[in-house]
């Protein structure tokens, strides 16, 4: 459980733009790339702002915050409930609060990476029911991604994070 | 005369093989929409009856049990953690509110929890408001001093029949510790409405154990963090402790959703059957009944009716059944699902409105009137194409 835990873990890395079922691309934003935009005061970059309203896609662990049919989740870079694996839970810097309206119809599973979908917000904003975020997902949608990507001899190396 | 009215005269010419067709086709249909609705009321029910609060605290053991029981006040309660537990996390920085709640015995079925006026206290991030229909909300009384003050959930008084005022226990042992109700709350749609609730103090004096400890229990601690994102830090810190657990109840729910989901499945596969045998029903009563029936029809044809005015006869007339099975079978798939949400509800499980208008009504509907006229199509062909100089020929 822990292997595959850290597994997961490690396609984070492993970023660029990527065809979705959803049928066209959206930029793909790393939680390395959200922590690198974070500045003082509680503020981000112009370069993560610059994606504020786009439709972009993050991979990551759900943890249930809010009501269950995940209406609201916070989507994190660690998984909340593997007490044993390889890094402790994470903060503000690498969560991010997940509004799906319509809810995710999904087989929850909190040791499984989903990738969510959805329009960026980046900067601080404070919900009246979810309290203040620092990057945020609206009108997300939410599909299981792959655990991980294996690559053979001779394949070329993984892309590089689209910043 | 529209070929309608031939259909309708059709069908009352034979009207018990008629009724038995529409009944088959009705009691069809009611299994299916007495299934979608249960199904999808119990987990509506879920979502609604559920807690604000985002993480639970108890002690080790079962998430789910820990979950049902603070929750939805099913199940038995978990083993108790320590008020010191309480007075840490209160004191946390990274925690908004934290409630106690110790669950205990029980009058007449109706759950007791002990709890302080903050499980009742109103916040922006609530959904769920509390309200007093009659009397007040018990007192916060101290430790030692209490007062055995209780607060009844709408359906507890309105099942047990007490009123403000009245006095009650349950159990001889308890006869030195009757409470009076002191007030009685408003619906709240949720578990909250079958529970007894009265205070801490009162409820670590009136028990002969706890009254003895000088660290008091309590079952669970419901908590809101300042920051969403410190969840999973507390999470994690109550859950590598060896003796308490943290839930998110939301996470406890999503599991039980996805057993309910392989149950779901099941369910139609075997619902999948029905349909078919209902289908195969409609579609040897509408076959053997076009078969009896060779020789009106080559009169007819032989009075100058063209071969699609026959066709849409016999295709009518499946229609029509399948139409009459369909609108009873909707019908009565919600009475039994009211007469199952209601048992449900009887025995405190949580069960959401099931008569909410939505798209399973007409797409039942619809998809009833489409398998009728599949079912009755082959026939209606058989009679299309029926020869009118070989079943006119006198019989012998």
């Known amino acids: 459980m822990a292997a595959s835990l850290c597994l997961a873990c490690a396609t984070f890395g492993l970023t660029a733009y990527s065809q979705l079922a959803y049928g066209e691309e959206a930029p793909r934003l790393t939680f390395a790339q959200l922590v690198d935009s974070i500045r003082a005061n509680f503020e981000v970059t112009q370069t993560m702002k610059s994606y504020n309203g786009k439709e972009v896609e993050i991979h990551g662990f759900i943890i249930p915050a809010g009501p269950p049919d995940l209406s609201f989740f916070l989507l994190s870079r660690v998984s909340a409930m593997g007490n044993y694996c390889c890094e402790v839970p994470v903060g503000q810097d690498e969560t991010v609060y997940v509004y799906a309206p319509k809810g995710a119809k999904i087989l929850y599973d909190p040791l499984r990476v989903y990738k969510v979908r959805g329009a960026f917000e980046a900067g601080p904003h404070t919900d ?30 993984a892309p590089t994070p689209n910043k | 005369m529209t070929i309608l009215t031939v259909a309708l005269k059709y069908l009352r010419g034979r009207f018990v093989a008629s ?8 009691l069809g249909v009611s299994l299916v929409v007495a299934s979608v609705l249960l199904s999808r009321g ?16 108890g002690a080790k053991g ?33 925690v908004e509110v934290a409630v106690p709640v110790a669950m205990g015995d029980a009058y007449q079925g109706y759950r007791y929890v002990a709890t302080t006026g903050g499980y009742f206290a109103a916040f922006p991030w609530r959904r769920k408001t509390f309200a007093i229909s009659e009397g007040r909300f018990f007192r916060d009384d101290p430790p030692e001093q209490p007062a055995y003050e209780a607060v009844l959930g709408a359906d507890a008084a309105r099942r047990t029949g007490l009123r403000v005022g009245d006095r009650f226990h349950e159990g001889e042992e308890m006869a030195e510790y009757p409470m009076t109700v002191v007030g009685i709350l408003r619906s709240t749609n949720s578990a909250d409405d079958r529970a007894i609730f009265f205070s801490l103090a009162s409820y670590w004096e009136m028990n002969e154990v706890s009254r003895k400890m000088k660290v008091k229990p309590l079952t669970a ?17 109550f859950n590598v402790a060896a003796e308490t657990q943290a839930v998110f109840p939301s996470a406890v729910l999503l599991n039980i959703f996805n057993v309910l989901s392989l149950v779901d499945e099941v369910v139609a596969i075997i619902l999948a059957f029905v349909v078919l045998l209902v289908l195969l029903y409609l579609f040897v009563s509408m076959y053997s009944a076009t078969l009896q029936r060779k020789r009106e029809i080559a009169t007819m044809r032989a009075l100058g009716a063209r071969g699609a005015t026959i066709l849409g006869i016999v295709l009518l007339e499946s229609c029509a059944l399948a139409v009459i099975g369909g609108a009873l079978g909707i019908a009565g798939g919600h009475g039994v699902a ?48 029926t020869e009118v100089a070989e079943n006119l020929a006198p019989l012998s």
């Open chain 2, 338 to 385: 009211y007469l199952g949400a209601s048992i449900l509800a009887g025995r405190g499980g949580p069960v959401a409105n099931l008569f909410v208008v939505g798209a399973l009504e007409p797409v039942v509907f619809g998809s009833v009137v489409a398998l009728g006229a599949l079912a009755g199509l082959l026939p209606a062909v058989l009679a299309y194409r």
């Open chain 2, 221 to 237: 601690l419901l908590v809101r963090p300042k920051r969403m994102s410190d969840l999973a830090g507390l999470h994690r810190g």
């Open chain 2, 62 to 94: 079962s998430p789910t049990q820990l979950v049902l029981n603070v929750v939805f006040r099913m199940d038995v309660p978990t083993p108790n953690i320590s008020y010191i537990t309480y007075r840490e996390l209160r004191d946390d920085p990274r």
């Open chain 2, 19 to 26: 009724a038995l067709t529409s009944l088959s086709v009705a």
């Open chain 1, 128 to 157: 009246p029911i979810y309290g203040v975020s620092l990057f945020r997902l609206r009108n997300a949608r939410v599909e299981e991604a792959i655990g991980a990507k294996i690559f053979k001899p001779g394949d070329p190396p």
């Open chain 2, 42 to 57: 119990i987990r509506q029910g879920f979502i609604e009856g559920t807690t604000d609060y985002s993480l639970l605290v």
